[in-house]
């Protein structure tokens, strides 16, 4: 008999979770949820309000019991020994004294972490609040809140940062700062997870996204993955006989008219051809351009059209201080 060897396993991932499931009564929020986040990426874990994001944020940070299922933060469950080191977090909830500055509100954190003060100028310029610091913190922008948040996180020097719904509520340019904060922790090797309810906020940062809806996962994919680029857009004249010969070429199922142009559902690299068709038919061909999926609307699609009153939902909620982990 000969021996087997062991499949070769690499590091264990920062996030793993199998079977992840939370049962509040008989409402069950999250369900059996597989979810894996890998080293140095930045995972957008999306859906709409009431999906179950945070409960799941709250699960892998051994913050709620699951009902059932596991979860491995770098191979280990929530809390074990050393842990509490490489994860920080950002979760809903009071957590800074409004009186104090910015910096000394680090320092009281720094202090029941057990965290060298020396730490704190560092984290004040990752998340570019160095020049406010000595500023009380109730002066603070929302964004300005947020990033001193993510500041308190980022004090143990983590090598997991999660975030719930890190851009709720801010203004645009606060998104964008709380954006680019993202890729420069991501590019200095912290992985990232973040929630969101607007897939549109948060595309740009995320290498992957996972969408939950009613608490499953529904799909997990890249953002370019996510969007397809599955049709081309073709303004042509006369637009009967174009739509004819498009019938005629690519199957009458492919062929839309929409807005006064043409919607054919077929690979962008097919647009050559298209395009040859078209001009040997004698039709005057105007535009002709690949047409991406709109990211909002396969979000809806995805999600089961909930996303919609969702938003509004979050809008008339408002956001709260953050807290951190
Ligand atoms: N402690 C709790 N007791 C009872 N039900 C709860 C509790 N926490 C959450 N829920 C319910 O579980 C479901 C999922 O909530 P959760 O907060 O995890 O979703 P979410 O995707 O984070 O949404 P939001 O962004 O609105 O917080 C919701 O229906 C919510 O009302």
Known sequence: MTDIPPEPTGPPHPVETSGLSKRYGDLVAVDSLDLTVRAGEVYGFLGPNGAGKTSTLRMLLGLVRPTAGTVRLFGRPPGAPGQLDQVGALIEGPACYPYLSGRDNLRVLARYAGTPSIRIRTVLELVDLA????????????????????????????????????????????????????????????????????????????????????????????????RGTASLRV??????????????????DRVRVVDGGLDLAVDPDQAARVNTAFVEAGLAVRELRPRERDLEQVFFELTGGTDAAGAQRSEEVGHGVPATY
Do not use: W
Not at 235 to 252: F, I, K
């Open 131 to 226: 020049d406010r610091a000595g500023d009380r913190y109730a002066s603070y922008s929302l964004g300005m809140k947020q990033r001193l948040g993510v500041a308190a996180a980022l004090l143990k020097d983590p090598r997991l940062l999660i975030l719930d719904e890190p851009t709720n509520g801010l203004d645009p340019a606060g998104m964008a700062d709380m954006r680019a904060l993202i890729r420069r922790l991501a590019s200095a090797g912290c992985t990232v997870l973040l929630s969101s309810h607007l897939l549109g906020e948060v595309q740009q940062v995320c290498d992957r996204v996972g969408v939950v809806s009613r608490g499953r996962l529904v799909t997990e994919s890249t953002v370019a993955d996510l």
């Open 235 to 252: 303004l042509v004249e006369p637009l009967g006989a174009a739509e004819e010969r498009a019938r005629a070429l690519l199957g009458p």
